[in-house]
């Protein structure tokens, strides 16, 4: 489904209109360097565009590069020769150190050398027999720029820190208009160039495309993919076949998928484009995200995701998005048509993640953009744990998934996986959520020393969610309020409510600040098997009471509490019932000490 997806979006973007996918491609590009038409650098320009993104309630202003059709780069590992250079390393030859603040040539590997004799000596040999002002100028730059006299540059010194991360195209000095790679002679060649060796490399099977529907050339090597978090700084291919055992039928590589180099360029192109745009792709751990629709208001859809799964300074600020959001602090999901986006429109999700040799597809979600939306507006709803708490993004959720003492915790790629299809779809939430969320709970520490705490409105917001959700889809109804329910009967509730009432009972028993409570030495075996636990409790809580100057009111709502609860203590409690325990815990601390301030 994805190939297909990339291929019509391919196929219906503008983006990629005017050019051959086999011969050119879009580059990010920041500077324009300036020749003199004897081949000195007269100036280096800036030419990134300013857009406005959201910052907080604000806006800031960032420099975006712009993107230049220009001779496709190759494709291969290591250092190799591309008509056109666009890359730092290769055109001037020097490396920049940030610590020390100063250009060198000179590096372990001698990589920079290399890549910038290579340079040099293909391009030189490629501008043979042409002649205009800027190839001229281009061919002198080739023949007199020394990269170890040219370590105190001064155009260079000016872009020093942006040197090592931006990408250069050439133009003539005095006619900026007049840039390298627009220079139809060179062009020319280079096509024609380009063509034969295409030909030349054509593969000889032949087969009917899965996504053409055409007898085609079978793609033999696919394209590789860049910009997926923790893949191959090369890039990896999404389609391979490198183990002789995934052979069949005497097909190797990946003849064995029978796409057609039509389809494969088709699709590597959109997924690197897309993966180059901060608007159309998000990180979450080590799983990339990459999100489009194959319609004209794409941008505004992508913008609007964004903004709901929290991804920051994604797009433009959409003021009718407060609307919506304004409705999920009330519970509601509220009217869709004011974000002014085709509700029918097809909306795509995939989730893409690196293995040692390629990229892996956890998941696609293809639906409605309104279908996505309301679920993803549900999910809000669903973790409000308090009336006044606004949006939380997705990222809260995950960290709160791991130790927060850890540096090399990460969410399991199967649960995040799961947790956001449970989210598109509207579906159940895994149950490995709850279980870790009550393990973190039960394990991470509560000291003022700390700057994680055991609760947390996120953590207790997962459970909701998780409770609710789950009894909603399977008994049509909802079980666990925002505030403190007096009415709910659910032992395991109930639990959770008396120790949270034994806890404050013993702080208020002491004219200080304990060193040490009932939640420290108790609350995770409370949780599990509270009639090992509470007898013991509630003896403990006799002598706090006889401390307190009027114990009337909590002698009497542990009382209240007490008798709620059948007979006696339950023996053990379940996942679900562990996050019963926790809630009810929750919610009757709340209001304890928010009494307590009124």
């Not at 857009?51 to 059709?69: A, Y």
């Not at 002789?244 to 003849?255: D, I, N, P, R, V």
């Not at 519970?331 to 986006?341: A, E, R």
């Not at 998780?466 to 909603?472: E, G, I």
Request: net charge positive; glycine share 6%; aromatic share 10%.
């Amino acid at each position: 489904m994805l190939i297909r997806a990339l291929c019509d979006y391919y196929d219906f973007s503008s983006q990629n209109e005017g050019y051959d996918p086999d011969l050119f491609s879009e580059q990010d590009v920041s500077f324009l360097i300036a020749l003199k038409p004897n081949g000195e650098v007269s100036d280096i320009i800036d030419i990134r565009q300013e857009r406005q993104v959201p910052s907080g309630k604000k806006t800031k202003t960032v420099l975006e590069k712009v993107k230049i059709v220009l001779p496709k780069r190759s494709q291969k590992s290591g250092i190799d020769l591309n008509i056109i250079e666009h890359r730092p390393l290769y055109i001037f030859g020097l490396n920049y150190d940030n610590k020390s603040g100063t250009f060198t040539p000179y590096d372990r590997t001698s990589k920079a050398e290399k890549s910038h004799k290579l340079f040099v000596e293909g391009n030189l040999k490629f501008c043979e027999g042409l002649d205009s002002d800027i190839v001229n100028a281009y061919r002198s730059f080739l023949e007199k720029w020394i990269p170890e006299n040219e370590t105190e540059n001064p155009e260079l010194l000016k872009i020093a820190k942006l040197y090592s991360n931006s990408y250069f195209c050439f133009a003539l000095d005095g006619k900026l208009s007049t840039v390298l790679h627009e220079d139809k002679a060179l062009i020319d060649k280079y096509i024609a160039q380009k063509k034969r060796e295409l030909d030349e490399n054509k593969g000889e099977v032949i087969s009917i495309c899965p996504i053409e529907g055409e007898m085609l050339p079978v793609s033999r090597i696919h394209d590789k993919i860049k910009g997926v978090r923790g893949g191959n700084s090369v890039g990896s291919v999404l389609v391979g076949v490198k183990n002789s055992a995934f052979e069949s039928y005497g097909k190797t590589q990946s003849y064995n998928s029978s796409i057609s180099e039509k389809a494969m360029k088709k699709y590597t192109l959109s997924l690197n484009s897309l993966l180059n745009n901060e608007r159309r792709r998000a990180f979450i751990d080590e799983l990339t995200l990459v999100y489009f629709a194959i319609d004209k208001s794409e941008d505004k859809a992508c913008d609007i995701f964004s903004q709901l799964m929290g991804f920051n300074d994604r797009g433009t600020l959409d003021e009718n998005l407060f609307s919506i959001i304004n409705n999920i602090s009330q519970g509601k999901v509220g009217d869709l048509s004011v974000l002014d986006v085709n509700e029918k429109l097809m909306f795509y999700v995939a989730g893409l993640a690196p293995n040692s040799s390629r990229i892996s597809q956890k998941f696609i979600v293809k639906n409605e953009f309104g279908f996505i939306m309301k679920n993803l507006i549900q999910h809000q709803i669903d973790m409000k744990i308090k009336k006044d708490s606004g949006q939380i993004p997705f990222w809260k959720i995950t960290r709160e998934l791991v130790a927060p003492n850890s540096t090399t915790d990460k969410v399991p790629p199967p649960l995040l996986s799961n947790l956001i299809l449970s989210i598109f779809n509207g579906a159940l939430y895994p149950t490995a959520l709850l279980d870790i969320i009550i393990r973190r709970i039960k394990t991470d520490s509560d000291t003022d020393k700390n700057s994680f705490v055991k609760l947390n409105d996120v953590r207790v917001g997962i459970i909701r969610a998780y409770l609710n959700r789950k009894s909603r889809i399977l008994y049509s109804k909802e079980e666990i309020s925002m505030a403190l329910d007096e009415t709910n009967i659910n032992q395991a509730y109930l639990c959770g409510r008396l120790f949270a009432v034994l806890e404050y009972t013993q702080k208020s028993s002491v004219s200080g600040t304990l060193n040490k409570t009932i939640k420290d030495s108790y609350f995770r075996s409370a949780c599990v098997k509270p009639a090992t636990v509470f007898p013991k409790l509630l003896m403990l809580a006799q002598n706090h009471l006889a401390k307190i100057e009027n114990p009337l009111f909590l002698n009497k709502l542990i009382t209240e509490i007490s008798s709620k609860i059948n007979g006696e203590f339950p023996q053990t409690l379940s996942l679900d019932e562990q996050g019963k325990f926790i809630i009810g815990y929750y919610h009757q601390t709340n209001s304890l000490y928010t009494k307590r301030e009124k």
